[in-house]
């Protein structure tokens, strides 16, 4: 047994009574996202404290814990309150809960963040699916031993974020009459927000829109063969882009002003989701 496999074992099996039913969907919630799950079917809920050797987030406005809920008939476990790199965990514990959601069931893992737009087409209050990624700028969170248990040693990354759940995305915006822009996110460390240059580097690589999260809990969901979509909420335009110095303020009041249909759509996009996934 590895010691991730090991590791996650462990965490899945301190709160097994604790879990009322098996997900089909595990939703990360981004900024904007917050208070999604007041409008769900609460089954239960565990605070990450209560799972001995899980990681803890430590930045303000994200809470910490497990919502186990119906999202129509769909059964979801939702993560409010993520973990990121730059709080000082290694990558293994910042996609522990990625993997811990897998071991409780889930086949779908929904992402959501708060990012900076890159691409000129974007602006603050769009919503931008992700198309692909760009991760090379975080380590890797596949780096070391290979948990065998989850996935094997060279996974296939041709199409992380997958085509269906694409086409369902973007036939549920139509629906709701909510525009959905699509891209190619890019994930750096953090916590400072990029130099001007950084942004022009990642624009001349192919990134429509930055962030620091994301892109390595794709890459473990692939890893294990969890069928992965994602969707930003551009909260502001990127340093070199903007002419006003980038804040967490303005990210969370542009992540507030648009919450409302950030909601409906991400409701929307899991109530609705094709029964064979």
Known sequence: MSKVYEQVKGCFESIRDKIPFEPEVALVLGSGLGDFANQVEIA???????????????????????IFGKVGEKKAVIMKGRVHYYEGYEMSQVVLPIRLMKMMGAKILFLTNAAGGINSMLEPGDFMMLTDHIAQFVPSPLIGENPEEFGVRFPDMSNIYDEALQNHIKAESKKLGISVKQGVYI????????????????????????GMSTACEAVVG????????GISCICNMATGIS????????????????SKDFKKLVWNIIAEMPVFF
């Open 44 to 66: 239960g809920e565990i605070p990450y404290g209560e799972i001995p050797g899980f990681p803890i987030s430590t930045v303000a406005g994200h809470d910490g814990k497990f």
């Open 243 to 258: 002419k006003n110095p980038l804040s967490h303020k303005e990210v969370q009041e542009t992540a507030d002003r648009v």
């Open 222 to 229: 692939k890893h294990m063969d969890m069928k992965v979509c």
């Open 187 to 210: 994930q750096f460390t953090g916590p400072a927000y990029e130099s001007a240059a950084e942004i022009k580097m990642a624009k001349i690589l192919g990134a429509d829109a930055v």
